[in-house]
């Protein structure tokens, strides 16, 4: 029991532990994406319709929208949600997840980004054609966005940017 808390308090871990700890951190910045997200697009940039089940459930009147303007308000509120989310998970995984110094930090927080923003722009390219295509609630195709995004960035993270 001393080992595996070890592994999760250190930078030492096997990958069971190192698998779990990435597991945290990116249900962290899952939460402050989602968060970001819906916030912005109940409160900010209107992306949310009339009746979606995130709206119902914290019992929010929201407006009827076109799907055009949903569509292309979710994805604004979307990226500006991953930006800050992004470097939320960076940040957890240079200090607690991975060793840094595969690369220098510069290079190193660009290829974070830019294998994350390609997930993003596949998982939000997603969610757009969703919504704009068949009319699908935001909170569904938003859902199907991030998962997508969970899907690619585990492996990219681990193999190509940070050292293990």
Known sequence: MKDIWRQFTGKEHGPLVQFIKYSIAGGVATVVHIFLFYFLSIRV???MEAGDFVGELLNIPLPDLAEAVRARNATINNLI???ISNFVVYQ???HWVFEAGRHNRWVELGMFYLVSGASIFIGTGLMAFLIASFGLSTTVAFSA????ALAVNYAAR???IFKG
């Open 145 to 148: 966005n991030i998962l997508v």
């Open 45 to 47: 940039l209107p992306a």
């Open 81 to 83: 949600s991953f930006m």
């Open 158 to 160: 681990r193999f190509f």
């Open 92 to 94: 957890i995984n240079i």
